[in-house]
């Protein structure tokens, strides 16, 4: 069954990124005069993937104000508000109810909101779960970052101590089964774990990116990214 719902990951403070997010959120500082968070929007759109889900924190009211109900983009947007962090995991639990369909378990994609890339979404949609919980888009690991995993043919495995040549980054873009969080508690979580524990059950499966990335996470990296050609 096609994925028709996506949700954006825009909560965080961005503490990395600061000064410049003292007083506006991460998604919505600009690369080539655009926000970054547009680009997913964008894309989802053209995509048909309609319906969209964006959890909020941090000058949480900013974004809402900007993106509205998503008419503007051709979509249907709702937020899932914070009241403080919850991390990645936990508030992707918190926004369970507005990511099942009708009631039902649905597969679902997840997009960090400081990400510039090429457009991951051909690759994205091509992706079926069958029996995993998550099937994500991983990056040879760049410089500036730690290593992951490490990926066997379409299998994730934990990255081993003493072989980071091998290793692979979480692209921070996948499809996931709410399966994988609906047993959580109610409080911050942090991703990885979970990440660890399907791997663990061999349920976790992955694909290199083939497009250009970069994580925008620093303010020099910002300035990196005003020569992405992204669209």
Request: proline share 7%; aromatic share 6%.
């Amino acid at each position: 069954m096609p994925v028709s719902k996506a949700m954006i990951l825009a909560a965080g403070r961005g503490d990395r990124m600061r000064p410049l997010t003292d007083d506006v959120p991460k998604p919505l500082l600009t690369v080539n005069g655009k926000p970054l968070i547009d680009y997913h929007l964008e894309r989802l759109a053209r995509a048909d993937i309609r319906d969209i889900v964006i959890n909020t924190c941090w000058l949480g009211e900013q974004i809402q104000a900007h993106v509205g109900n998503g008419q503007q983009y051709g979509l249907n947007v709702v937020y899932s508000p914070e009241p403080f962090a919850l991390e990645t995991a936990g508030g992707i639990h918190n926004a369970l109810p507005l990511l099942r369909e009708d009631n039902h378990s649905a597969d679902f994609l997840i997009l960090n909101a400081d990400v510039l890339c090429d457009d991951p979404l051909p690759q994205l949609c091509e992706f079926e779960l069958h029996d995993d919980l998550a099937k994500l888009l991983l990056i040879p690991t760049p410089d500036y970052l730690q290593g992951d995993f490490v990926l066997q043919g379409d299998r994730i495995l934990r990255r081993q101590a003493g072989r980071a040549n091998s290793s692979v980054t979480y692209a921070g873009l996948g499809l996931y089964s709410l399966n994988m969080f609906k047993d959580l508690e109610a409080e911050p979580m942090p991703l990885l774990p979970l990440l660890h524990n399907a791997i663990d059950d061999g349920r976790l499966g992955g694909e290199l990116f083939r497009g250009q990335w970069l994580d925008v996470g620093t303010p020099e990296r910002l300035r990196m990214a005003q020569d992405h050609p992204a669209e």
